[in-house]
């Protein structure tokens, strides 16, 4: 079975979630395999720009089911928001799968990368990392 596959380089915006958004259109699945809630793809349909963190794009088509497979980093509280306002858009159209080998990034996450960037900036002339303090670090 022939497969399509978008890989980037992983450092901000490359237009990934652009390119799979199109490809989607005549795909069965969509598969995220990295990235987590720090990350957003923005992808511009005819019901207007959608941003996703943790959702594969596939799922504003019809007809696909879009996948967060293993190496995502999946903020669970974050997750539903991110369901709720897709479905609330009318734009939750695939079927959606969740890795159960994908990582979590829970609260006590989030909290620890802060303090960590604050730590590293009080000890260091370089100043903190500057990390998104979302807890990917961490988890």
Same mark, same amino acid.
């Given at each position: 079975?022939?497969?399509? @596959? @978008? !890989?980037?380089?992983? =450092?901000?915006?490359? /237009?990934?979630? *652009? &390119?799979?958004?199109? &490809?989607?259109?005549? /795909?069965?699945?969509?598969? %995220?395999?990295?990235?987590? +809630? ?6 511009? !349909?005819?019901?207007? *720009? ?5 959702? /594969? /794009?596939? !799922? @504003? %088509? ?7 497979? +293993? ?5 669970? =509280? ?17 079927? =959606?799968?969740?890795?159960? %080998?994908?990582?979590? @990034?829970? +609260? &006590? ?28 670090? +961490?988890?």
């Amino acid at each position: 079975m022939p497969a399509t @596959v @978008v !890989i980037g380089a992983q =450092f901000g915006d490359e /237009a990934k979630g *652009k &390119i799979t958004d199109v &490809i989607a259109a005549g /795909a069965r699945y969509v598969v %995220r395999t990295s990235g987590g +809630p720090n990350a957003g793809h923005t992808i511009e !349909i005819p019901e207007g *720009k959608v941003v996703l963190h943790q959702v /594969a /794009a596939g !799922i @504003v %088509r019809d007809g696909v089911t879009a996948v967060s497979g +293993p190496g995502m980093v999946v903020q669970p =509280f974050k997750l539903i928001e991110e369901i709720r306002a897709l479905k609330d858009r009318g734009l939750w159209k695939g079927r =959606f799968l969740l890795s159960d %080998r994908a990582h979590l @990034v829970l +609260p &006590i996450h989030e909290a620890e990368d802060a303090w960590e960037d604050e730590l590293r900036a009080s000890r260091s002339p370089a100043g903190p990392l500057g990390t998104t303090r979302r807890g990917i670090g +961490p988890a």
